[in-house]
């Protein structure tokens, strides 16, 4: 039940998200202006100052030591440590916004090398510190959303940035006819207001749940230090991962005028399954996992049933996700972004990055899941281990693939971002594989079963090969309607196959679905 709070709190972000990514593809579009480049690259920058400091990092480190407090009872320790946090977090986010703002000409030649002096460095440089503070306000909503998800108030939280999409959605709309530079910084300016909304629609629970809450620096607090000791390698650990996606950056900077723009719109679409089913279970089962009492053999053995119980869900929802990325990804791609100055082009080379991206998809998204059962034991060193190995394969095979790998095979260099893509994938696996095997040798055997995985798949190909079908028997239909129909169909036999098949949790599915009709 959890799970589907947090599922439905950000499918409700999501949703408006894809509608205002749709708006920007349309007003800014991605091959035909540097402005689009300009704003998904600084965008990029505080993006991970608030990944950083914000959910991730606070999430592992946080939410164990807070929900192990309430779950013994002792609610006031719980409301000082989560006042310390806070108050900690507001002065670290503060220097660094500061920093940020000043400093922000040399972290664009850091993060965007491949963008030579001119007019398109400029209007990142000046877009980066326009939304530096906006990150400050999201890394306080991911304070008010550990908070909340430690007392099961799932749905807030995550549907909180609904605010930030109106306010973005909003922006487009009123100044959809200025220029592309003075759009994009329009929106940066729309994005920190709508980021304050973010944090301030969340206060009034927080302080209802967490009546004792006071804003202090925690000096000798026991569960403060606790939680800064697991900070610090949760923080390294997310900060790799972030490492990644700056790679990813600093690699497409070096790719023709377009691609950091088209990675974001595909990123835009696969981060939906990993949000709604990646991340919403991971997030319901944090608390969960980190809950539990007893000695080292029970506490494992409740993890391992947490855990496998999570990773089929996941499975289920994620596995159709990817095929439909990889068969359908033109449907989608079109149906969302292919309007205005976003040419047919252009949804060729997403539905590319969306095809090569969805080979790993799974691994992103149970590794989610594995990574939170490490730190329900707070263990944050072993994911940061892991992820440092990531990011060093990622730099070598994304060099290798985005760079040169077009070039060997004859294509146009465009191509290099769904190398890029590729690349991804396949670190991606790696890093599933490490963490599965670490977290198994210490609590014993998990995952999905192969066969359960291999009949998900089976059913899904069928599923897409009927929407492919359908796709080319009305390929006269407009983007919208042909999606629909697409998808529909897609979605619909992928269920009636898995029901079929026995998989419980499709017959689950069906159940709730009759349930909620009557």
């Known amino acids: 039940m959890h799970a589907v709070l947090v599922g439905a709190g950000i499918l409700l972000s999501r949703i ?13 579009g991605a091959t035909g202006d540097i402005a689009a480049d300009a704003f998904h690259a600084a965008f990029r920058i505080p993006n991970v100052l608030q990944n950083l400091f914000g959910e ?3 999430s592992a480190s946080f939410i164990p030591v807070y929900s192990n407090a309430l779950a013994r009872g002792n609610r006031e320790e719980a409301d000082r440590l989560a006042g310390a946090i806070g108050a900690l977090l507001a002065l670290v986010a503060a220097v ?7 400093f922000a000409p040399a972290l664009v030649a850091v993060i965007a090398p491949g963008f030579e002096e001119g007019p398109k460095r400029d209007l990142t440089v000046s877009l980066t510190r326009i939304l530096f503070p906006g990150a400050a306000l999201f890394v306080f909503s991911a304070w008010c959303l550990g908070i909340l998800n430690s007392h099961r108030r799932f749905f807030l939280s995550y549907a909180a940035p609904v605010a930030w ?8 709309l009123v100044y959809r006819r200025s220029a592309p530079a003075t759009l994009a910084t329009n929106i940066a300016w729309a994005s920190v207001a709508g980021a304050a909304l973010t944090f301030i629609v969340q206060l009034p629970v927080v302080f209802r749940v967490a009546p004792a809450l006071r804003l202090s620096l925690g000096r000798g607090n026991e569960a403060v230090r606790r939680v800064m000791r697991n900070f610090v390698p ?3 650990g997310r900060g790799v991962v972030q490492v990644n996606a700056y790679i990813d950056q600093l690699i497409a900077s070096f790719l023709p005028t377009g691609a950091i723009s088209l990675l974001f719109y595909s990123q835009t679409i696969t981060m939906l399954p990993i949000s709604l089913f990646g991340m919403s279970v991971s997030a319901a089962e944090l608390p969960e996992m980190s809950s539990a009492t007893g000695d080292d053999e029970q506490s494992h053995a409740h993890v391992r049933t947490r855990l496998n119980i999570g990773l089929r869900q996941i499975a289920f929802l994620v596995v159709p996700s990817a095929v439909a990325f990889f068969m359908l990804g033109d449907v989608i791609a079109a149906a969302l972004f292919q309007w205005g100055r976003f040419t047919a082009e252009d949804t060729r080379f997403t539905w590319g990055i969306l095809a090569a991206a969805s080979l790993g998809l799974l691994a992103s998204t149970l590794g989610r899941l594995y990574s939170s059962g490490f730190y329900a034991l707070n263990d944050t ?3 940061l281990r892991i992820a440092l190995v990531r990011v060093t394969l990622a730099m070598m095979l994304g060099t290798l693939f985005a760079l040169y790998l077009p070039g060997l095979f004859g294509v ?9 893509a590729l690349s991804s994938s396949i670190v991606g696996w790696v890093e599933f594989t490490l963490l599965r095997r670490r977290l198994n040798a210490r609590i014993g055997r998990t995952g999905a079963a192969p066969s359960f995985v291999l009949t998900l798949l089976t059913a899904a190909l069928a599923s897409g090969a009927a929407g492919v079908g359908v796709k080319l028997a009305v390929a006269g239909l407009h983007r919208l309607a042909l999606a629909a129909l697409v998808l529909g169909t897609f979605g619909a036999l992928y269920l009636v196959v898995t029901s079929a098949l026995r998989v419980p949790e499709s017959l689950a599915l069906l159940d709730r679905l009759r349930r909620t009709r009557a």
Do not use: C, H
Request: glycine residues 8%; aromatic residues 8%.
């Open 16 to 28: 408006l998200g894809l509608v205002r990514e749709s708006l920007k593809a349309r007003f800014l």
């Open 56 to 58: 991730g990092s606070l």
């Open 96 to 102: 660094l916004v500061l920093l940020g703002v000043i």
């Open 165 to 172: 999409n109106l306010t973005m959605i909003a922006a487009l």
């Open 234 to 236: 949760a923080f390294f």
């Open 381 to 383: 060193k072993t994911p």
């Open 412 to 420: 146009a260099p465009q191509w290099g971002a769904a190398a890029l």
